[in-house]
């Protein structure tokens, strides 16, 4: 590839070598270190490829070994700058062109935010414009650490953030805590140390504690946000008195058993929707669109008089590569009449619908780590609709991490004597 670009620019030559012994022109060139490539016979001679360059030293190889060298075809940057010498106009263009891509390449025209699962996209980017981080800032005022910083000191439940420049692409990538409970609503701990605190009224089924002081035994009923697992260790000296605290992050991991409640209505009407075809395709109108920032450049008709019609936009950035994005987005809007009547479900379809739901729901339930042990849902129908509702009981972790709260140092006897002692004799 390299080897190519480089021979574009220097300009290169196909050539066609005929006569009595057309082997000993082939001889000679490599002999004097003359690079040919691209060697092929047509019809009782020679054609290949040359440099520009090396083209100017086989004159007398030429002559020497009584062969005719034809020149075939040009290639490369010298004929074609020869070739359009004239259009002033077009080289300004291109001139202008390549600065103002240069221009662009000044700016940020993309965030591109991985690994927030808790957060979407828009809530990180409307904190990053409260710190003015936005897509058309210059690549220059980019603080790639104060963006961490920010991040992590906005969010406590980032472990770690990472912020960098590709191009025009500002990349943010970010770990969050994934055993950091709701709890704590995402602000930054003070503290330093943790607690584990019950996430829901249950049952506590088992409790293996790592690090920190149990406070609950198996067959316990607790309520939620009471303490499970304490991250404060009381150090005391040979009296057993407490003479300081120890703060950790306290560790553990606690089985409950609990009910949630299920609910799910669906409406006996519904609509069906059907399409318009013409010689097997679909009727729609279409139109064209170039976004440049809020001025949006239709190309194409989209006013119909249709009663009824489905309406769709795709859209994407203008990209060059991987990191060279573009402020400018094209894409496609559409129209699509359509036909709209009302129809009813039977209660065997509500039923059916209901328990697909149902299905659905509980193995959304059973990937957050959670067995249902007990089902006591029940599927309801009326006049109008049906409803699924009831309790699931269910197994599973049951434990989230609050802040620990910080204690006063306690004074200990013996040593409120010696500093009244001390006090005294002075």
């Not at 770990?175 to 249950?202: F, V």
């Not at 013409?278 to 920032?293: C, D, K, P, S, Y």
Request: net charge neutral; proline share 2%.
């Amino acid at each position: 590839m390299i080897w190519s670009m480089i021979r574009y620019i220097k300009g290169y030559l196909l050539i066609r070598v005929e006569g009595y012994s057309p082997e000993r022109f082939l001889n000679a060139c490599s002999h004097r270190g003359i690079e040919l490539w691209g060697l092929r016979s047509a019809g009782g001679a020679y054609e290949m490829y040359m440099t520009l360059k090396d083209f100017r030293k086989i004159k007398a190889l030429s002559k020497k070994t009584g062969t005719k060298v034809r020149v075939r075809r040009r290639y490369g940057l010298p004929f074609f700058l020869h070739r359009y010498r004239r259009r002033k106009l077009f080289f300004a263009g291109a001139l202008l062109a390549v600065c103002l891509v240069y221009i662009l390449t000044l700016f940020i025209w993309e965030i591109d935010i991985r690994g927030n699962l808790r957060r979407t996209d828009e809530a990180l980017l409307s904190f990053l414009r409260s710190r003015d981080v936005y897509c058309g800032m210059t690549a220059g005022s980019v603080d790639c650490d104060q963006i961490a910083d920010d991040l992590r000191g906005a969010y406590a439940d980032l472990v770690w953030v990472s912020a960098s420049v590709h191009g025009t692409r500002l990349v943010i990538q970010v770990k969050e805590n994934e055993h950091l409970s709701a709890q704590t609503g995402g602000k930054a701990q003070e503290t330093e140390g943790t607690d584990l605190a019950a996430t829901q009224d249950c049952t506590i089924l088992s409790i293996v504690t790592r690090q920190g002081t149990p406070l609950v035994h198996e067959g316990d009923q607790v309520k939620k946000g009471d303490l499970l697992v304490n991250g404060r260790l009381d150090l005391k000296n040979d009296a057993g008195e407490v003479t300081g605290y120890r703060y950790c992050q306290a560790q553990a991991d606690i089985t409950g058993e609990y009910q949630i409640s299920y609910e799910d209505t669906m409406e006996r009407e519904f609509e069906i929707r059907s399409y318009q075809y013409e010689r097997n395709n679909l009727v729609r109108q279409e139109e064209l669109f170039l976004r440049a920032g809020d001025r949006i450049f239709s190309f194409g008709r989209l006013k119909n008089n249709y009663q009824e019609y489905d309406y769709y936009v795709e859209e994407s950035q203008l990209t060059v590569g991987e990191n060279f994005s573009l402020p400018l987005f094209w894409g496609r809007r559409m129209a699509v009449p359509c036909s709209v009547r009302q129809e009813n479900y039977t209660d065997s379809q509500l039923q059916q619908l209901l328990s697909r739901r149902f299905e659905k729901a509980c193995q959304d339930i059973e990937k957050k780590g959670l067995e249902i042990i007990e089902n006591d849902v029940k599927i309801y129908t009326e006049q109008n609709a049906a409803c699924a509702r009831g309790t699931l009981t269910v197994r599973g972790p049951v434990a989230g991490e609050v802040p620990t709260q910080i204690l006063p140092e306690p004074q200990v006897k013996d040593q409120t004597e010696r500093e009244d002692q001390t006090n005294g004799n002075e």
